[in-house]
């Protein structure tokens, strides 16, 4: 009877010890008190709750995404991708992984009303779980960049066996001030690879920019293939600024550039800029060309000496071509035909042309941008002015109805140069600094009612940069601040604030390689990455 009496005794203490272990390995870790509020955030959100706790981001972690939309289990694989890349760890994403899972990551759709304007999300931290809401995946996208800024450089080694990454604890409510947040990049004046431009979308997209406009033409060079017409790329893409060797986009290219800023949530303008600022076109093609003059290859920096002959059917055909073929592989719902500084084009002349354009982008299913002079013409209200100098202009824009996309070139052009010392940029508008960059107010600019202002935009003209770096150290930090302008309310911005927050964007930018103009007005974060493994490419 004693042994059976043992036995039992024994497998019970077993059983109880068993129980005992699993309860303490499932113990909820106890972190230091960590503050949401004070995070890496830009844009900072619309609100922000903390709740002084903390999510522990471990080997131990799975993300579970929606399943029925397909755009959140890519999400979902993305976020992936960037905490692997981040902090080199392994996360399943809607799967078993090879460890027993303790924490979720939800990426959910949700149809709250709360979440009804576009782009917004919520996000919930607690210590068990972090759950993203959104109507809509593009949402959650923007969700995801907010949770990859708070997710920690440096892991904890000493909370439990496992390394742990904890995310401070709470709630996050947002959504955009304005549904356009641009930047635009001139690769005419100095063509930039497609890697060039798919790395800068990776750096936008992080801070919730979501529109890429594309200067794709002008006197230097004519940088995208028109099936139709050669020679544009075969003549005016062998040439930019300075003599170098010039290059172009094939359709081809251009679609890759596409789908990639689609995965990025974000949307791609093309601009072919006319009448003016079309040597490059011309040369290819001289009977577009109305001055009398012989057209020869351009690559000085001076502006408005060129212009098509406006009075030719001949040139609107070939515009109908070129509107077509870019149209018929760009989703997005924008053309933008340039229309700045066409000082050789008799101002009838050029409002004949606009309005004809005008009639030719609609017939391809697209919404027509111009900048800021195309008001002059009588466009229709659903036409959008980019208002880079002329308030004269902007105001006839909000006459007409028009939606205006804000871009003033002594606020919001990003090859302004910082100051009379740097090293590449110009200075005809202004110079700005980080802060005169960041400290003004689009919603009131200028008188122009909120209501016709569809958003901003900061465009990095070429002239004077031709490689990665030297269009990294003009655009970074500054349009860092312009995705807060964009994105974050008026009443939540704050320079003082904002400069601690941008401070703190080193390690992200120095693991991207990104050769931004270290400003003195900013007490920039000593970098005090690493894990203990060489930074990745994200
Ligand atoms: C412009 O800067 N010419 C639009």
């Not at 999510?55 to 976020?79: M, P, S, V």
Request: hydrophobic share 35%; charged share 25%; net charge negative.
């Amino acid at each position: 009877m004693i042994k059976p009496i043992v036995t039992r005794i024994l497998s019970m203490l077993c059983i109880i010890a068993l129980i005992t272990a699993c309860q303490e390995e499932r113990k909820p870790i106890e972190f230091p008190p960590t503050d949401l509020a004070e995070g890496n955030m830009i844009p900072k959100p619309l609100k922000v709750i903390p709740t002084n706790k903390a999510f522990g981001l471990d080997r131990y972690t799975a993300i579970h995404t929606n399943q029925k939309d397909e755009g959140f289990a890519e999400i979902g694989h993305y976020l992936a991708d960037k905490i692997k890349a981040k902090i080199d760890l392994d996360i399943p994403v809607n799967e078993e992984g090879t460890n027993p899972i303790e924490r979720i990551i939800y990426i959910n759709q949700s149809d709250s009303l709360e979440l009804k304007a576009p782009e917004s999300y919520q996000l919930y931290i607690t210590q068990d779980s972090i759950i993203i809401n959104s109507n809509t995946a593009v949402g959650a996208f923007r969700g995801i960049q907010t949770l990859r800024q708070i997710i920690p450089e440096v892991g904890n080694d000493t909370l439990a066996e496992q390394r742990i990454w904890p995310i401070p604890s709470g709630k996050i409510i947002d959504r955009p001030t304005f549904g356009f947040r641009g930047a635009m990049l001139d690769v005419a004046r100095h063509f930039f690879s497609v890697a060039d431009v798919k790395k800068y979308i990776d750096l936008l997209a992080y801070y919730k920019i979501n529109v890429l406009h594309l200067h794709l033409t002008d006197d230097q060079g004519w940088r995208i293939e028109i099936k139709s017409w050669p020679k544009l790329t075969e003549i005016g893409g062998a040439t930019e600024v300075g003599g170098e060797s010039g290059g172009f986009y094939t359709q081809e290219d251009y679609k890759e550039i596409v789908a990639y800023a689609a995965r990025h949530h974000m949307t791609i303008i093309p601009e072919v800029d006319m009448p003016g600022h079309t040597n490059a076109a011309s040369v290819s093609y001289p009977f577009l060309n109305g001055n009398g003059k012989i057209v020869k290859p351009y690559e000085g920096t001076h502006v408005g000496f060129s212009t098509f002959d406006t009075r030719k059917d001949t040139v609107y055909a070939f515009i109908d071509d070129v509107v077509r073929e870019i149209s018929a592989i760009t989703p997005g719902p924008y053309f933008h035909i340039g229309g700045d500084e066409s000082h050789v084009t008799k101002k009838n002349d050029y409002i004949h042309f606009v309005e004809k354009v005008e009639k030719i982008v609609q017939k391809h299913g697209k919404r027509m941008i111009g900048w800021d002079e195309i008001a002059s013409a009588k466009v229709d209200t659903t036409s959008i002015s980019q208002y880079w100098s002329n308030g004269k202009n902007a105001q006839k824009a909000v006459k007409r109805g028009m939606k205006i996309i804000l871009s003033p070139a002594k606020k919001a052009y990003l090859d302004m140069q910082y100051d009379s010392l740097s090293k590449h940029g110009l200075h005809w508008a202004a110079y700005i600094p980080v802060d005169s960059a960041y400290i003004w107010t689009p919603e009131e600019y200028e008188g122009i009612p909120m209501d016709n202002i569809l958003g901003i935009e900061a465009p990095l003209w070429s002239e004077t940069i031709s490689n990665i770096g030297e269009l990294e150290y003009l655009a970074f930090p500054r349009i860092i601040g312009y995705s807060e302008l964009g994105w974050t309310t008026k009443e939540n911005r704050d320079w003082e604030n904002y400069k601690v927050r941008l401070a703190n964007q080193t390690p992200y930018l120095d693991r991207h390689k990104v050769n931004f103009y270290a400003s003195p007005l900013i007490d920039w974060k000593k970098n005090e990455n690493t894990n203990g493994n060489e930074p990745q490419d994200e």
